[in-house]
């Protein structure tokens, strides 16, 4: 039996779909789930996926964060199964408070869209084990409200409890501060980050690499990773 | 029908891009009085009767709830406008927030 993992579409989901492809390319079965829905089918993880739900009207994520299905998913979160959001996901989930802090608009005021390096600095999470500590990936970025900020109290534990799963190199795209592009909750099974893995996932499709035009795959073991976590319980 | 109004800015010690850009057009059509813009939001409820505690209490947890987000902004006023739109003594007091 193949592991069952649900995308959530909210009304202004824009990746739902590449998400689901990303979860089969990873091996498992993608389960489309519903945003108006109080039933998360029996998945075994979940991803929030990018996009501007409910127009990020009020804030971004901020209603998609109170709708029926987060309350599923914040009780799963609860209970230990994976989680993910990529980009709005990630902004739901600081608006849902499974994860510290928050997505404030870019500091140079811009859209921002561009192949970017990331160093994976966690590998003890559901979503990134299948990485090495200190790995630089490269997968695409597109936000106009991704600086991540957090409280100087909230920053520290953070650090110091080595939960800021992702970190951008050489550029810091939005000012997020301590160039935080992921964290993750205490247990590890809620990661957000505000790139977007699921545009990396199949070669012709994802970033340039040193070897040939869109050949990045370096997300795909996000979506490996939480197949793997899920196997090994 | 009485309206109650509920401010909310960004935290002050967050950088605020948006008026970052304001000030930025400002200075840029020579208006050079200012040396700070920031941008938030108001929000206007309209209520269905009349204005009692247990709807202030429910409008104070709304605005820290759902139309400001802790981490990033906070609730500034609010205030209670009567049926001619001037402050009721009510609720007019910013300690309301």
């Known amino acids: 039996m193949s592991t069952r993992v649900g995308v959530v579409t909210f009304p202004g989901s824009l990746d739902?779909?590449?998400?689901?492809?990303?979860?089969?390319?990873?091996?498992g079965e993608a389960v489309a789930l519903w945003h108006g829905d109080h039933d998360l089918q029996g998945v075994d993880a979940v991803v929030l996926p990018g996009g501007f739900s409910y127009g990020d009207y009020l804030r971004c994520g901020a209603i998609a964060s109170h709708s029926p299905i987060m309350r599923e998913v914040v009780a799963a979160a609860e209970r230990g199964v994976p989680v993910l959001g990529i980009c709005n996901g990630f902004q739901m989930l600081t608006e849902a408070h499974l994860l510290p802090g928050g997505l404030i608009r870019n500091d140079h005021g811009s859209f921002v869209c561009r192949?970017?390096?990331?160093?994976?600095?966690?590998?003890?999470?559901?979503?990134?084990?299948?990485?090495?500590a200190g790995q630089e990936i490269t997968i695409p970025l597109k936000n106009g409200e991704g600086g991540y900020i957090a409280s100087a109290e909230t920053l520290e534990r953070l650090e110091g409890e080595g939960r800021v799963v992702f970190r951008y190199v050489g550029v810091n795209p939005n000012g997020s501060l301590n160039d935080i592009a992921g964290v993750t909750n205490e247990r590890g099974n809620v990661v957000g980050l505000m790139p977007h893995p699921e545009h990396a996932v199949e070669a012709g499709f994802g970033p340039d690499t040193a070897l040939a035009m869109r050949s990045g795959v370096d997300g795909l073991t996000i979506f490996a990773s939480a197949l793997r976590s899920l196997l090994s319980v | 029908m009485p309206k109650i109004v509920v401010d909310v800015m960004p935290k002050a010690e967050l950088l605020d891009p948006q008026g970052k850009a304001v000030a930025g057009a400002l200075a840029r059509l020579g208006n050079t009085a200012f040396s700070d813009v920031r941008v938030g939001k108001r929000f206007e409820l309209t209520v269905d009767g009349a204005v009692d505690a247990e709807v202030l209490a429910s409008?104070?947890?709304?605005?820290?709830?759902?139309?400001?987000?802790?981490?990033?902004?906070?609730?500034?006023?609010?205030?209670?406008?009567d049926e001619s739109g001037a402050h009721s003594g009510a609720g007019a007091s910013g300690a309301l927030a």
């Open chain 1, 115 to 132: 192949d970017q390096v990331l160093r994976v600095e966690n590998t003890s999470t559901a979503w990134t084990n299948g990485y090495t």
């Open chain 1, 16 to 27: 739902d779909r590449d998400a689901q492809r990303a979860v089969r390319f990873a091996g």
């Open chain 2, 59 to 81: 409008v104070r947890a709304i605005a820290d709830d759902l139309l400001s987000n802790g981490v990033i902004e906070d609730v500034v006023d609010i205030t209670v406008l």
